[in-house]
């Protein structure tokens, strides 16, 4: 059962990992919006930080129901385990 639950742990942990990655991308975002002839750089800048948020979301998202359901299934098995096992 070990295995099972360091793996969780380690899918827990790169989970809150990303959070913190996207909160520090989050955290340097220009949020104004561009539409001057010259600011043709930093549209470009915006839509790729836009993009790459999309992805850490998306991402986030199916990490964040992986670990949750994972976490309660496991606690369900530690907890048959423990009440079918005779000390």
Known sequence: MMPFVTLWVV???TTAALAIYRRL???NEDTRIHLAVGEDALIGNQK???SRLELIDRCGKVMTALAVAS???LGAALLYIR???VD
């Open 11 to 13: 899918l827990a942990g």
């Open 25 to 27: 991308l989050v955290n």
């Open 48 to 50: 790729a930080k836009a």
């Open 71 to 73: 976490g309660v299934v």
């Open 83 to 85: 009440f079918t096992t």
